[in-house]
């Protein structure tokens, strides 16, 4: 008998090891499963003997103790059987439990560094920050989802009432309030027939005045079904229709509608249909599709939106490729209109896309902030916070504008007045009345009641100076006789045919626009100074947006769910046909259907 593994066995049960991790220690190390079994026979044979006894058994052979020769020395090895070895730590457990082989404990090694790295690389690669941005950005358009939204805009400030006459005697412009709130859903999955709906809040509020209603909609299969409701403005409009019973919901099947505008006698319809034809609005979409005017400012961390696991970003704006993506929009919406008519000109395109960069350059964003989905790189947020124009100052800057266009107006007018009333005094005198302090002598109150007082401030970039009608008599022929005079005065803004700047009235007529007038006052020409150039219309468009106030506040919160979640549209009973009615009654249909 093999007193290597009795001694084995006594030992092993001493270190806490089970018969069967014994057994399977000795199988590893390649020992015959028959010897063991009689191993153990002996090994329990020999534990169950008096200790007084043991030492005399001539039976089994007398070997050094296994704790004297080996377990002091740890490097050494326990068992050798043709060339295989039980060290010392097939005594080893762990509650227990017998230790892993080592192949074991290799592949376990292998598997849990394979998990790290596939754990790496959705954390650094697949699900890193930027490349969930970039998956996003490069994602297909969601063609069904829901979106529940809100809008809002203060502009804080008021507005004298003396600019709110005809707007009711108690309206107040003052600390504007708009918002709009609402549940909207689409299924474009069909392109050329997108499904629907949508339930909208709206309110107002300005001074003394406050204004809160809402309206339902559903587009179904080109059918566009209008839920009137309570709200006031649509239940003005339809009621009239068919007073004789409350209209709930108004119909308006839109495939009939585009039959009628196709085959309408009205140029404007049918100009309007080829302008903005299918090819333009697919240039559009593409184009705003393509655009990259939104960028990563940080990554915020990671954020959980119902059950949905999110990347939360800080967004900037590009304003240059904002800028650049709305003038080519234009520039491609000024095209196809120059197709068809002659009516729009380059120095218009021009004025739009200098108001369009104007606009755009005061425009500042607060916050800017997206959620993306960490697994379907979808958007599930949007919140956005910025300045706006301010309402109140577009009203002063617009009245102001207009009280300069009408005080111009009025200089034009003076200046023919007193054309007419010259060339009076001519025929009756063979010559223009002398001149004296800037006015005609002797020449009230026959040829005019009194010299027209000159509108004031002066406007544009008039001096006080030239803001009067100076008349000057002249003897262009060397006789006694005023055979000519000159008549300066300025405008502030272009009038009518007449430019912005210093005008001379002469026998010859008027002459705009002249840098400074031969016979002036002290000599001077805007009280010494080198006349300014005149005001150009970009400088007038410029000046106007350098006025207006960006102090108004928007805000944007768009919240997206259900993806990919077609919803069972169902048209509502008993609904206003519109398109009907209005043949019925053919005294209410518009040229446009």
């Not at 034809?277 to 005017?293: G, H, I, M, P, V």
């Not at 900037?316 to 120059?338: G, H, P, R």
């Not at 009516?343 to 896309?353: G, M, N, P, R, W």
């Not at 009345?433 to 401030?457: C, H, I, L, R």
């Amino acid at each position: 008998m093999e007193t290597e593994i009795i001694n084995y066995i006594i030992e092993a049960k001493k270190h806490g090891l089970t018969e069967t991790e014994i057994k399977q220690n000795l199988l590893n190390a390649e020992w015959d499963a028959t010897v063991i079994e009689q191993s153990f026979a002996f090994a329990k044979a020999e534990e169950n003997r008096p200790i007084a006894n043991r030492d005399e058994d001539i039976s089994r052979p007398k070997e050094p103790s296994i704790s004297s020769q080996v377990l002091g020395k740890l490097e050494s090895p326990r068992l050798v059987h043709e060339n295989l070895v039980i060290s010392e730590e097939n005594f080893q457990t762990s509650g227990g439990k017998s230790r892993l082989k080592k192949p074991l404990l290799i592949a376990l090694f292998l598997v849990l560094l394979l998990a790290g790295a596939g754990y790496a690389f959705y954390v650094y690669s697949y699900n890193n920050p930027t490349k969930i941005w970039q998956k996003f950005q490069g994602s297909d358009k969601q063609k069904i989802y829901q979106n529940k939204f809100n809008v809002s805009f203060k502009d804080n400030g008021s507005l004298d009432s003396s600019l709110t006459e005809g707007l009711g005697n108690n309206f107040q412009l003052k600390d504007i309030k708009l918002s709009l709130d609402g549940n909207f859903y689409i299924d474009s999955t069909d392109g050329k027939n997108p499904q629907s709906s949508a339930e909208l809040q709206y309110s107002f509020s300005s001074g003394n005045t406050s204004l809160t209603t809402g309206f339902e909609y559903k587009l179904i299969n080109k059918v566009l079904y209008l839920n009137v409701g309570d709200n006031p403005l649509l239940n003005g409009i339809f009621q009239s229709l068919s007073p004789d019973k409350k209209i709930d919901w108004v119909k308006i099947d839109l495939n009939e509608a585009e039959s009628q505008l196709n085959s309408a006698s009205s140029t404007e319809a049918s100009e309007f249909g080829k302008v903005f034809s299918k090819n333009l609005s697919d240039e559009l979409t593409k184009l705003w599709q393509d655009a990259n005017f939104v960028k990563i400012d940080k990554y915020l961390g990671k954020e959980k939106l119902g059950e949905v696991q999110t990347a939360h970003f800080a967004n900037t704006l590009d304003k240059e490729a904002l800028k650049q993506t709305l003038n080519d929009s234009i520039n491609k919406i000024t095209k196809a209109i120059v197709e068809q008519t002659d009516q729009i000109k380059s120095e218009d395109l021009a004025k739009v896309q200098l108001v369009v960069g104007g606009l755009i350059d005061k425009f500042e964003v607060k916050q800017f902030e997206t959620w993306v989905g960490t697994r379907d790189f979808k958007l599930y947020r949007v919140k956005f916070v910025s300045n706006a124009p301010s309402v109140i100052s577009l009203v002063k800057t617009a009245s102001a504008e207009s009280k300069e266009s009408s005080r111009d107006s009025k200089r034009i007018a003076d200046v023919r007045q007193i054309a007419v009333a010259l060339e009076l005094y001519y025929n009756d005198n063979n010559q223009y009345p002398d001149s004296e302090n800037g006015q005609p002598k002797n020449f009230f109150p026959k040829y005019m009641t009194a010299w027209p007082p000159v509108p004031s401030p002066a406007d544009g970039t008039c001096s006080n100076y030239y803001n009067s009608y100076w008349y000057v008599s002249k003897k262009v022929k060397s006789t006694s006789l005023n055979d000519s005079y000159q008549m300066t005065f300025c405008l502030g803004s272009t009038t009518g045919p007449y430019a912005a700047g210093i005008g001379l009235l002469s026998p010859s007529g008027i002459e705009d626009n002249i840098a400074c007038p031969p016979a002036t006052p002290e000599g001077k020409c805007n009280n010494g100074k080198t006349a300014e150039p005149p005001t150009s219309s970009d400088d007038k468009v410029k000046n106007f947006i350098d006025k207006l106030e960006y102090s108004a506040e928007f805000n944007l919160d768009l919240n997206y769910s259900d993806y990919d979640k077609p919803q069972n549209l169902e048209a509502p009973e008993n609904s206003f046909d519109l398109l009907k009615e209005l043949k019925n009654k053919p005294g209410l249909m518009t040229p446009a259907l």
